[in-house]
């Protein structure tokens, strides 16, 4: 059974602040992550993807992998109220397109 | 910006009644998808498909449900003998083709159609 594990939250900080969110997975398999933000009552919408080790960095996000650790992460810079959300980590498998997603942690910034 | 949308944006139908969910993927887009998402839980695959026909399925996949690209533009999920727990939102998302780039695997949401089933 693949697994992807998140910390449901609700994960609080103030606003200006770095909000980390983590996420672990089970299959050692995965080769494609992916970070998505889901408003209440809407769809998951993409932020990141990451295929290799190291950080990736867009705009205020940036992206974690350590597949030895399979462990990734999501770091929010000046973190925003409209940034509150819930975030989604999903999880690929080397040869298929199906995502396996976490239950996501549900972040609040505090104006 | 291109966009997946889907129809209707919510579904209320009886028990054991059939329905029918639409969606137009991101026009370049060459995989499509649908997940459902039951209120307060994960996201859940259901399906791919490629090159018309099923690249993939998941255990909930079964006999009660069907996917269809009946034109060049839409992409349809088809419950038959809709059950009470089949109630949730129902989620299309594309991506592009086999490009060989790693772009190729994101995935896109439509807004979602929610499905009660009363």
């Known amino acids: 059974q693949k697994e992807v594990e998140q910390n449901s939250g609700p994960l609080s900080v103030p606003e200006g602040a770095i909000a980390s969110l983590n996420c672990t997975y089970s299959?050692?398999?995965?080769?494609?992550f992916f970070w998505y933000r889901q408003y209440s009552g809407k769809s998951p919408e993409l932020i990141m993807s990451?295929?290799?080790?190291g950080d990736k960095e867009d705009g205020r996000f940036t992206a974690q992998l350590n597949k030895a650790s399979q462990y990734v992460s999501l770091l929010i810079r000046d973190s925003q109220p409209s940034d509150s959300a819930t975030y989604l980590c999903?999880?690929?498998?080397?040869?298929?397109?199906?995502?396996?997603f976490g239950s996501g942690t549900r972040l609040q910034v505090q104006p | 910006e291109p966009e997946v949308t889907q129809t209707p944006s919510h579904q209320v139908t009886q028990m054991g009644q059939e329905v029918i969910l639409r969606c137009v993927p991101i026009s370049n887009h060459l995989y499509f998808y649908w997940y459902r998402q039951i209120l307060g839980q994960k996201v859940e695959f259901l399906v791919s498909?490629?090159?018309?026909?099923?690249?993939?399925k998941s255990e909930i996949f079964d006999d009660q449900f069907s996917v269809e690209r009946p034109d060049g533009s839409n992409f349809t999920l088809k419950i038959r003998s809709t059950k009470l727990e089949d109630s949730a939102m129902y989620f299309c998302?594309?991506?592009?083709?086999?490009?060989?780039?790693?772009?190729?695997?994101?995935?896109?949401f439509g807004p979602g159609t929610r499905l009660t089933v009363t």
């Open positions: 998302a594309s991506s592009e083709g086999p490009t060989g780039t790693p772009l190729s695997y994101e995935q896109y």
């Open positions: 498909f490629y090159n018309n026909e099923i690249s993939e």
């Open positions: 299959d050692r398999g995965s080769q494609s």
């Open positions: 990451i295929y290799s080790n």
């Open positions: 999903a999880v690929m498998t080397a040869g298929r397109r199906a995502l396996t």
